[in-house]
């Protein structure tokens, strides 16, 4: 089992920064992937960046340029550092990560970008 736990959302204005964390737990070893997704109201949920486990990244185009993810494998963390936001990068994040077929979700933070 593998748990999440998502921190460092909150309320930013146009143009300003908020970096989000994802606390893991359990069983995270042999991961094939880890990283945060974002979903709008009444939006499908959309993948914002991850990093594979061949430590590769992958940003999303609505994203790239703006933010950047960081793995700390002591803390078990990874944090998603967002620059530059936009009323549109309103929405609810979410840390996933993806094992053994399974997708582990966590519990969302909300992220409102408004002045």
């Known amino acids: 089992q593998v748990q999440l736990v998502e921190s460092g959302g909150g309320l930013v204005q146009p143009g300003g920064s908020l970096r989000l964390s994802c606390a893991a737990s359990?069983?995270?070893?042999?991961?094939?992937?880890w990283g945060w997704y974002r979903q709008a109201p009444g939006k499908q949920r959309e993948l914002v960046a991850r990093v594979f486990s061949s430590s590769t990244y992958y940003y999303g185009d609505s994203v790239k340029g703006r933010c950047t993810i960081s793995r700390d494998n002591a803390k078990n963390t990874l944090d998603l550092q967002m620059n530059s936001l936009k009323p549109e990068d309103t929405a609810v994040y979410y840390c996933?990560?993806?094992?053994?077929?399974?997708?582990?979700w966590g519990q969302g933070t909300q992220v409102t970008v408004s002045s």
């Open positions: 996933n990560i993806i094992k053994a077929g399974i997708n582990y």
């Open positions: 359990g069983s995270i070893f042999n991961m094939f992937s």
